[in-house]
């Protein structure tokens, strides 16, 4: 690049006409050098696309001026560096342009310190700049690359327990609890970790190519889901529980809602066992065990011989009533809840849901409700203030049930004991004992798989705090007449003798087997159908 380009092809001699045709050749050609270029550079730096674009009509423009001046002020022009920052000012680009006139060359060192001068000051391309510069004139190229921000990491929550609704234990019909699915309850102990919680960590501040500080963006913390008895603690790095209790999810928040719980089994208690509560059992109630709380309580395994009472809940026992005879009570406010019920003594304020009665004596002030499973209540005698439903009464071995239906039972001394005795319920979970009782029936057979799910059964559950609606019929006060018309009822699909019925004053025995029973009083007589 001794002689410029412009020298060799202009003289001061130079026709204006001919200086005309030159000078509009001339830099159509430079710039499709100039074109060729950016093409160049943006094939190799793919995402400084929009930047070499930008660069090139700079570019285009500037050398167009700088021509015209040297062709109308014939004074040497040394040769040029442009430069070109990118609208984020993270990258900076050159082009050199070649002396006009007789012009000097452009040094290496005078290019750096144009650089320099030009505020490029940070993430210059040092080991890369002099093979640039060496390609010489038109030659698009990086001089310097700043630093990006690195964004931080935001806060995160992570959940060591299900969402599971807060539910309620009682339920208005024996239709809406499923004996065959797991109880969704989850106990949990003070201290232990709900949630872990990562504090959010900031991020790297960004150099743009003149020093300047390009800020992170500010790490968001995370939203903590603290509820009613819980506590965030551990520096701020876990969700703890602050009572024992039932974990539930509430308005997006975890909550517990308050309760005693006993890991495993219970059978060699000395004494009575009282909660002022709600009771959680993990495991059988045996032994003669005493029990009573004023809140609901949920028993995770079965009841043999023992004495269990809710003054003011419900009793659920998962793995149904296995009792003695005349050894085994259990007394509700509102429902007892099982799927068997074999030689116990029951007394319940609203409703009994079960599977299967066999050689047993119940007392509810509203509904038995035998509908699901066997359907079977055989040998018990039951006083209900409403009505019986179930699929079948006695067997084909025989034996005798006594019903009395549609009234207060024990007027009026009995309903004054059984209100104050209705706390003794345990609570219910819809679609629950199929698969419990399937896999119970196993025993000895059971897989390690099966073990290892009934052993979830023990840990994953949900409290139903909340009552659902008040008692679903409630006892009828002793100043109800014997006398009144009920719609107390006894239903099923099939009868097998003897049944002895009682409605009011009316008795009747039934010594045949009958189908599609619906026995109820009318006419100052009882019906079957």
Same mark, same amino acid.
């Given at each position: ?146 630093? /990006?921000?690195? !964004?931080?990491?935001? &806060?995160? @929550? =992570?959940? *060591?327990?299900?969402?599971? $609704?807060?539910?309620?234990?009682? +339920? ?11 109880? /969704?309850?989850? !106990?949990?102990?003070? &201290?232990? @970790? =709900?949630? *872990?919680?990562?504090?959010? $960590?900031?991020?790297?501040?960004? +150099? ?18 603290? &509820? ?14 602050? +009572? ?286």
């Amino acid at each position: 690049m001794k002689v410029s380009l412009f020298d060799r092809f202009v003289s001061k001699q130079t026709g204006e006409q001919k200086g005309k045709l030159f000078f509009s050749s001339h830099y159509m050609r430079a710039f499709s050098e100039l074109d060729t270029a950016g093409g160049a550079a943006k094939e190799q730096y793919p995402d400084d696309s929009k930047t070499v674009d930008d660069f090139v009509w700079a570019l285009k423009d500037s050398y167009r001026t700088r021509y015209k001046k040297a062709l109308d002020e014939q004074q040497p022009m040394k040769g040029e560096a442009q430069f070109f920052l990118s609208k984020d000012r993270m990258c900076a680009y050159a082009c050199l342009f070649p002396p006009l006139n007789n012009g000097t060359e452009l040094t290496l060192n005078e290019f750096l310190e144009d650089i320099h001068y030009e505020g490029i000051n940070y993430g210059v391309l040092e080991e890369a700049i002099p093979q640039d510069f060496a390609l010489g004139y038109l030659h698009i190229f990086p001089v310097a690359r700043g630093k /990006p921000p690195r !964004p931080g990491e935001d &806060g995160k @929550v =992570i959940e *060591l327990f299900q969402r599971r $609704k807060n539910m309620r234990l009682e +339920v208005q019909s024996g239709s809406q609890v499923d004996f065959g699915q797991d109880i /969704p309850l989850q !106990p949990i102990r003070k &201290g232990s @970790v =709900i949630c *872990l919680i990562r504090l959010p $960590k900031d991020g790297t501040d960004g +150099v743009d190519v003149t020093g300047q500080k390009i800020p992170s963006p500010q790490a968001a913390a995370a939203y903590i889901p603290q &509820g009613e008895n819980t506590a965030v603690e551990r520096g701020g790095r876990a969700l703890t529980a602050s +009572v024992d209790g039932i974990l539930y999810i509430e308005n997006e928040r975890f909550c517990i809602h308050a309760q005693k719980i006993i890991d495993g089994n219970l059978d060699a208690f000395q004494g009575k066992l009282q909660v002022s509560g709600n009771l959680y059992i993990g495991g059988d109630v045996d032994g003669g065990v005493v029990i009573e709380a004023s809140g609901d309580i949920v028993i995770n395994g079965k009841i043999g011989q023992a004495s269990v009472t809710s003054t003011t809940g419900t009793i659920f026992v998962q793995r149904g009533i296995y009792g003695t005879n005349g050894q085994t009570q259990l007394a509700a406010a509102c429902q007892v809840q099982s799927p068997v019920v074999e030689w116990a003594n029951i007394e319940a304020g609203t409703s009994v849901i079960t599977e299967a009665i066999l050689n047993s004596a119940i007392c509810c002030g509203g509904t038995v409700y035998v509908m699901s499973g066997r359907g079977l209540i055989a040998d018990s005698r039951i006083q209900t203030g409403d009505s019986i439903l179930c699929l079948r009464i006695g067997n084909l071995a025989g034996g005798r049930n006594q019903f009395s239906v549609g009234y207060p039972p024990n007027i009026p001394e009995s309903w004054k004991q059984m209100k104050e005795e209705l706390a003794d319920v345990q609570a219910t979970l819809d679609k629950l004992w199929t698969h419990i009782t399937g896999l119970r029936r196993k025993s000895f057979r059971m897989t390690e798989e099966e073990k290892a799910l009934l052993e979830q059964l023990v840990v994953q559950r949900d409290l139903y705090t909340e009552k659902r609606e008040t008692l679903a019929a409630d006892l009828k006060t002793a100043s109800m007449a014997l006398s009144k018309r009920t719609k107390g009822r006894i239903r099923c699909e099939n009868l097998y003798p003897v049944l002895d019925v009682r409605i009011g004053r009316l008795s009747k025995e039934i010594i045949s087997a009958e189908e599609k029973c619906n026995i109820h009083a009318e006419d100052n007589q009882i019906l079957l159908k």
